[in-house]
């Protein structure tokens, strides 16, 4: 939900020249707050309430809402025409149209969002298989948070509350499963990340677009085809813990997709609205570690994965942020035990 150029928008950098950083960062506490809100909306008669568990002034939260121009106020209800508009998309997505498993027990999506996109929070009787054609989804969850690129998903049981964050334009190409077709096989009974394969990405990326009636028919055999080749598809671990406050999802969702960016983590406070000490305690309590040590595990399984699939290790080193080659080498090796060099060599023995 956090847009990437909300801080260049005129009415925000004067309320940010105001209110200073802080506002900032008390503006996307509101829209946070908004936007689990029945119509994006709230009561004024709420905002003491507010104000308390924001740890600032009444007067404060008033001057941002009222003043600022980034509100809307009508009667005694504020709201965020910018939020409402964000949101539009979700509510037309097919997911919310009727589903039964009895007739069908594998329907799909074929929708577009536009970056920075928050779902609600949702549960559903069936399983979902999260997938994105192009582009990246984290989806967030009881069980943890995972993030799905294209050559991986995420599989979400039946009943586990979730909502997703797409972080750049992306296709939702995602399946809703009735787990009964899904032989009772564990796994499928929690969260978890499994590999893509080339011919199940083609499967779902021929089915999605077309209608999901089907029966005894062509289509049909390809539903059939691809609930086995799932069922054989390894599951994989997820590298990294994963946050699950709003702000750290975008924060490690941006050095996932984007290994090689050197923003430091006062760059990131004060795109934030937090204090550099703070968001260092928040990333620590909510991770386990470092932003420092995340980020660097992250480069490396990137480099890894990279180097497995034939990339020089130049070029792996210098996209992973690494000016110096003899330091990215000295650091993979500390974090794997052997050189790049190894790694690209013995990508052919696999």
Not at 14 to 20: A, H, I, L, S
Not at 218 to 244: F, H, I, N
Not at 261 to 280: H, K, P
């Amino acid at each position: 939900m956090h847009d990437a150029n909300a801080s260049s928008n005129f009415k925000i950098m004067m309320m940010t020249q105001k209110e200073g950083m802080k506002g900032y960062g008390i503006y996307w506490m509101i829209l946070e707050f908004l936007r689990v809100q029945n119509g994006y909306k709230a009561d004024v008669r709420i905002l003491p309430v507010l104000a308390r568990k924001m740890r600032v002034t009444v007067a404060t939260l008033k001057r941002i809402i009222f003043d600022s121009g980034l509100f809307e106020v009508n009667g005694t209800t504020f709201s965020s025409p910018g939020l409402t508009r964000r949101m539009e998309p979700l509510e037309a997505k097919s997911y919310l149209a009727p589903y039964d498993p009895a007739a069908r027990p594998v329907v799909w999506f074929n929708d577009d969002f536009p970056p920075d996109t928050w779902s609600k929070p949702h549960v559903h009787p069936w399983g979902e298989l999260a997938y994105t054609g192009h582009g990246c989804m984290v989806m967030c969850t009881e069980q943890g948070n995972w993030l799905a690129p294209p050559q991986r998903a995420v599989w979400v049981p039946a009943g586990c509350r979730h909502e997703w964050y797409v972080p750049c334009e992306a296709r939702d190409c995602s399946l809703w499963i009735d787990q009964r077709v899904l032989l009772g096989v564990e796994r499928f009974t929690r969260c978890h990340v499994m590999e893509i394969t080339p011919l199940v990405r083609e499967l779902l990326l021929h089915l999605t677009p077309q209608p999901y009636s089907y029966g005894a028919d062509a289509r049909g055999r390809l539903v059939a085809v691809l609930l086995d080749l799932l069922l054989e598809s390894p599951e994989e671990a997820q590298p990294l813990a994963m946050p699950s406050d709003h702000r750290l999802v975008e924060l490690c969702t941006a050095l996932l997709t984007t290994p090689g960016v050197s923003t430091s983590l006062a760059q990131w406070a004060e795109r934030l609205g937090m204090s550099e000490r703070n968001l260092a305690r928040l990333f620590r309590r909510e991770t386990g570690t470092s932003f420092r040590t995340w980020r660097q595990r992250q480069r490396m399984q990137a480099a890894y994965n990279r180097l497995k699939q034939g990339e020089s290790v130049t070029s792996v080193a210098l996209d992973s942020g690494y000016s110096s080659i003899s330091a990215f080498i000295a650091t993979f090796k500390q974090a794997f035990g052997r050189t790049p060099g190894c790694v690209f060599r013995a990508r052919g023995d696999n």
